[in-house]
Structure formats: C-alpha cells, structure tokens
C-alpha cells in the first residue's frame, strides 16, 4: 500500500514551452502533497505545498508563476512548468501525506527526470 | 530555521562490514528525525523514525538513536548486504517547519561482495 505514482518518469523539451508532471496517489487521499526539486549529487529542496481545494504554498525564492501547482483532487496533483528554461532541467519529487494520518508522514513518488534543451 | 547535516560521500564497504552514517541537525522545538533510503530508480522509502529524544528507530537492521544532548541521529548497520547499495537520507519534520520536512544532502553507500 501507499503508493504514489508520477507521470512521466522523464521528459524532453525545448526552451519556452510548458512541461506538465502529475502525482498520483494510487491507493489512498492525501489532502496534502508536496513538491521537491533535487539538483545532481545534493538534497530535496522542497518547492511548495500543495493542499487539495485551495492555493498551495510555495518556498521562499520558488516563483509560483513559473511553477504552477494544481491539486484538483484528493489523489493528483499537478506541477506545470512554464516557459520551461535549461536552469529548469531537474529532478522533480513529489510526496503525499495520507489525509488523517500524522503529518510528518510522507510517500514518495518516484521523480520526474526534466531535461530543457 | 532547520538544517540537517549528513556525513559526506560516497561510502564504499565491502559485505559484513559496519555501517556509520552521520546526521546532526539544527532545528527549534522538538522535531522528529527520519531517514530515507533511495534505491536506484525507485523513490524515496522511510527506512526509520524517532519522535522524541533517546528513542531508537530500527528497521531491516539498520538502527539510529535520537539524541538531543548531541542533536545527533546517526544511522548505524551491524553487517551490511550488497542490497544496501543506495542513497541514504537523513531528515527531520517538525520545530519551525511544522509538517514540511528538511533533508540533509544524502550519501552514497555502494557494498561490493
């Protein structure tokens, strides 16, 4: 149980266009999930929160414009990428916190390979 | 606000040896400590937990003891596999950052036979 799913696993394009990613929660709700970006060789930064039904919130220096976070329903949700640049190019990890469970508790999707030519 | 500090990489162990990963952290009130392993391919997997001070956390024989004294959780591993070759994380959740969790910058183990 708790699985959390992303797709795509990787993703190629070109400079200025927009990359969607999805987290998905396959077998349990998750009011709460969380967005992470992870250089080469370093750590998870978290990126923003994302909370079913309402705005999420985003880390100090993360541009919520340029990262647009949809969490429509209680087992998706959706990082856009806009006007997608080279800097962009990343590893992107969700992680989805059971509704009702403690808060502290968080499944990891498998990451998004992004890569901006 | 809350940092955690991982013992630098990469770890290279031959099988049975004695694993010590360390982990200090920086954090206001009283956090739970985690660490994660990441398989190659796969995502992030809660190998163990401590809520409070001087608990143990322990699981697939790794251990880590919460001390608050030192504010130290290091991960500890008696014999280890070639199965162990992965990306170990530690984190903490809590203090300042209630829910949100900050992760120290991971280290690499790789087992040979």
């Known amino acids: 149980g708790a699985v959390v799913s992303q797709h795509p696993s990787w993703v190629i394009c070109k400079s200025g266009t927009s990359v969607k990613i999805e987290c998905r929660s396959l077998?349990?709700?998750?009011?709460?999930m969380f967005w992470y970006r992870q250089f080469p060789k370093q750590s998870l930064m978290l990126m923003a929160t994302?909370?079913?039904?309402?705005?999420?919130?985003?880390e100090q220096g993360v541009e919520k414009d340029k990262f647009l976070i949809n969490h429509a329903s209680l087992t998706l949700s959706t990082l856009t990428v806009t006007s997608a640049h080279p800097e962009d190019s990343s590893f992107y990890i969700c992680?989805?916190?059971?509704?009702?469970?403690?808060?502290?508790?968080?499944?990891f999707g498998p990451g998004t390979r992004l890569t901006v030519l | 606000g809350n940092s955690v500090t991982q013992m630098e990489g990469p770890v290279t162990l031959s099988e049975e040896a004695f694993l010590t990963i360390n982990c200090t952290y920086t954090a206001t009130g009283y956090p739970s400590l985690f660490w994660y392993v990441q398989y190659p391919g796969e995502g992030l997997q809660l190998l163990l937990k401590a809520t409070k001070a001087d608990d143990k956390g322990s699981n697939k024989g790794f251990e880590a003891t919460y001390r608050k004294e030192t504010t130290s959780f290091h991960l500890e591993k008696g014999s280890v596999q070639v199965s162990d070759s992965a990306v170990y994380f530690c984190a903490l959740a809590g203090g300042t950052s209630y829910g949100k969790l900050t992760f120290g910058q991971g280290t690499i183990l790789t087992v040979h036979p």
């Open positions: 077998d349990f709700q998750a009011t709460t």
């Open positions: 994302s909370n079913e039904g309402s705005k999420a919130t985003y």
């Open positions: 992680s989805a916190n059971p509704s009702g469970s403690n808060t502290d508790t968080q499944y």
